[in-house]
């Protein structure tokens, strides 16, 4: 059987989540670029062997549509924000406009959110960073990103790029497992969780000496 689930990409303007959704979705990087309102696309992905449809709806990240856009939030199991690791000003809106705005629209108490970080083909450009660098710019560290997740209570982190598609299928992949509560754990997450596992383990262990004790079982 099919699980559905229902992914939100929001984020900045021209940070790249269209290119994300038409290069994924079709396989090929669009020749021009078209401002979206709202549009909607499925993919049909699988993960751990578990068939998966994605809703993936693209909305417009301007200022004019702030009552508009959260109308599709409903019923959402993954918000994707996306920045572009070139635009700094795109990374610091996470915590100012967009998780501000998830919380107070969502119904759920507790939204799943993804970071994504957008064009990261640019790292590997020296050209591009100098040009950045000329234009008082800088690009958005990746130990930044990774607070930013920890801080705003984020399921996971990824870069990616439309342009090679270096990292594409990773966030898709992510963003379904999210979705589905089917996210990896990690590092200081997956220690906690261990650990938790085993004073449990030994919590029942210690139940059930007490157990026999008592019914001689």
């Not at 993936?56 to 702030?66: A, E, F, N, R, V």
């Not at 705003?152 to 990824?158: C, D, Q």
């Amino acid at each position: 059987m099919t699980a559905e689930v229902k992914v939100i990409v929001i984020g900045d303007t021209n940070v790249g989540k269209t290119c994300l959704l038409l290069t994924y979705t079709t396989n090929s990087f669009p020749d021009s670029y078209v401002p979206t309102v709202f549009d909607n696309y499925t993919a049909p992905i699988s993960v751990e062997g578990k068939a998966i449809q994605m809703n993936l709806w693209d909305t417009s990240g301007s200022d004019d549509l702030d009552e508009m856009r959260p109308l599709s939030y409903t019923d959402t199991d993954c918000f994707m924000i996306c920045f572009s690791v070139a635009e700094e000003e795109s990374f610091e809106r996470i915590k100012t406009k967009w998780v501000p705005e998830i919380r107070e629209h969502c119904q759920n108490d507790d939204p799943r959110i993804i970071l994504v970080g957008t064009k990261c083909d640019i790292r590997d450009s020296q050209k591009l960073i100098d040009t950045l660098k000329k234009q008082g710019k800088d690009l958005v560290k990746k130990e930044s990103i990774e607070i930013m997740a920890n801080e705003i209570g984020a399921k996971g982190f990824a870069e990616c790029s439309a342009a090679n598609q270096n990292g594409l299928n990773e966030v898709f992949e992510m963003a379904a497992k999210v979705a589905l509560g089917m996210e990896d754990e990690t590092g200081d997450k997956k220690d906690k969780k261990d650990k938790k596992d085993k004073k449990d383990k030994e919590k029942r262990k210690h139940n059930g000496s007490i157990f026999k004790k008592i019914f001689g079982k």
